[in-house]
């Protein structure tokens, strides 16, 4: 039987975190590919919880740890770091290039044990070895998947519709799709308008204020919906506006989970967009110009289907079962994996 992998993490289904969703669905696809693993959500990272977490790990002495960062159950705490340095154990270090100065600073323990740091791009690993280039050895990359699973082959015909999917929270780029909706409605454009989100802890008095601003401009918000009702709604979407502030890039699920259903995708770039990516999109840099990108690609149906498919092509590559067998292969090499 295969050693038992760990993964830790401080977030997990139902809490509205991608990262925890993310950890749920890595540990269905390596079980799925026979892998024996086991979820260690841990919620407490304060002094004491922390020294429970520890000595949880310590006790599976024969398993392999590995531990996912960052995620909103860990909040400020630098218990994880502290668990890497005692227990030694692989870390996913899924934000990087974009973290707050002391957040960056606070990823150095993780370097200083950890057998293997696993990014979710070349650009977020080449960030990570400029800062700390003693750990470029021992640096991977493993893209991250979409935690949507679509249901069916790309559908000619959709919705006219565009949609907005993603926490509810500031510089997600909501702020420049409120802005879109405005402008839709300015033009007279009868289009179907779609946020589809949760809200994040802590964000509710801002999520509330967005609330109203998107009726006035007759967006439908769709909250607190299962992965397969997110799916459906996907499937039917004509077109998906994701105005990503620092540019659309690989580690970003919800764009992942609109191409893998073969949305169409107006979004913006910035140094972290590879060029294959941003050939599987459309580029809008505003608000102003997206109107008129999704006005084109509306009068076309034969051109959004063409989208359709160049998404889903994308999106293979990113498929759990790559990713699964990508983490499989680091676990054997580690002595983790048989």
Partial sequence: MNPKIILVTGSAPPDPCGIGDYTASLADSLENAGQQVEVFC???????????????????????VHMQYPSLGYGYSLGPQLCLLARQ????????????????????????????????SQ???????????????????????????PHAAPQMDREQSVIYFGLLTPRKGLEDFLEFSRQVRANNLNWNLLAIGRIFP??????????????????????????????????????????????????RGSLKAALAAGVPCIT??????????????????????????????????TERFRLSQQATEYARQFSWETIAALHINMYRELGGAS
């Fill in 42 to 64: 841990h919620r407490d990272w304060s002094l004491t919880g922390t020294s429970k977490a520890l000595l949880n790990l310590v006790a599976a002495r024969k398993a392999l």
């Fill in 89 to 120: 154990g692989i870390v996913t270090i899924h934000e990087f290039s974009l973290a707050h100065p002391l957040r960056k600073l606070s990823l150095f323990p993780f370097t200083l044990r950890s057998p293997c740091i696993v990014m979710p």
């Fill in 123 to 149: 650009f977020e690993r080449d960030a990570l070895v400029q800062r700390m280039p003693w750990a470029k050895s021992r640096v991977r990359v493993i893209p991250i998947g979409s935690n949507i699973y």
């Fill in 202 to 251: 802590g964000q509710e008095a801002y999520a509330q204020s967005l609330i109203a601003s998107l009726a006035a401009y007759k967006v439908q918000l769709i909250l607190d919906r299962s992965a397969d009702e997110v799916s459906d709604l996907l499937s039917k979407a004509g077109l998906a506006y994701l105005p990503f502030p620092d540019g659309a890039s690989e580690r």
């Fill in 268 to 301: 913006t770039s910035s140094a972290q967009t590879p060029l294959e990516l941003a050939q599987s999109v459309v580029l809008a840099a505003s608000p102003f110009e997206a109107v008129e990108v999704a006005r084109r690609l509306m009068a076309s149906e």
